[in-house]
């Protein structure tokens, strides 16, 4: 390949998604058109982040490299080059590039472009409501053979979706109770498939960009007036040390400190709630020394929003001695825990699960997740939920990045 390209393997290694292509192509020697579709989106998306155009002889390069890397694959699946038989370059991998070009306004890395709307258009189902209600049925009940199961939830994803949408008193037990998949092991990749119909290329950004962000984040607390937190500072040194993956979690973690909170609950009948920094940083990510701790710590979590009548969303939970040690990281919601490998996997499907789910972020830690969702995914809000204190800290990573 061209010495300016990236192999395929590598671009696919830096995603769940991609990971799980791997390993079913690893299992079953063969791709599914939808596995097919995904290499090509997240092969583009990856170029997109990086600013890269690419010629017809680099999407050819790539699309020999898709085949050698799937040796059942053709290449001509991919691209097929301009001749006497076709008039303009084709192939799956090349139609995708051309329309992502075309709407290269739309989806440039460098803004945000992309609209917080949960009224707005979702895809157009390519199944009748008849063939909906019987896949429904059918993924209620079956959770194998898993790639049969992958494809019918893609199908009912915009029924599904507008479904959720409709549900007047939003809340994740009443979603589960319809569809108990949400609580499989395998979860974030369904997760992953409604987020991508909503936000086509969105959805892998936090992969793309989080060593990019660990950086930037870095950067910002090693600043004069930066991390004012002096435990938080001195552990910098050490943070350092610790690989990408490992320092992820730590570099996160001090957004409550830099990201002050200026949420006030109030509840009628009781003294207003103040969130302060701690509020913030428990409400983002809740951490137990030991994994026995977690239902207890997060009934104390769950009693302190039923008092002020307000719900208890979808969390992170990380288990571990401290913010430097082995940490082991879980989702929590509504009684079911999703456990992951690492904190970038964990943080990213809780994310998508606010917005698959239709769901509010937690007020104690709203800044937090708007910022994730602003800088991160390059999804906007809202005029009115936007803050002062959150635009000046973006603004600032901004000119440490230039």
Known sequence: MSSNLTQVKDILSLSLAGKDVLDNYNSNKALTHRQQRQIVQLVIEYYGHKSQRLSTSQLDSIARDIASTFHREDKSTYFIPKSSTYAHPTGILYNAYHNFNRGKTKYRPTSSTIKQDPSSSLPAPEISEEEFEQFKQY???????????????????????????????????????EWPLYKHSGSYLLINIDFQSVHNFAYNKLFLKHIEVNNLLLKYYQSDGGLRNREYKKQLPEICLLDENSRTFPLFNFLSTVITPKQYIKCPGKPGWKVNIKDSEKSFVLRCSQENDILSQVEVEKKKCLEYKIPYQPSIIAVGESLLSKTDFYIYFDGSLLKFNNFISCLDTCFKIFHVFDLEYPKQSLLIWTFIQTYIYEIDVDSSKKFASLARFINNLKKLSS
């Open 139 to 177: 993924l209620k009940f079956n959770d194998r053979p898993w790639e049969i199961v992958q494809e019918k939830w893609e199908k009912t994803a915009p029924y599904r979706l507008k479904e959720i949408r409709q549900i007047s008193d939003k809340n994740s037990l009443s979603i589960l109770n």
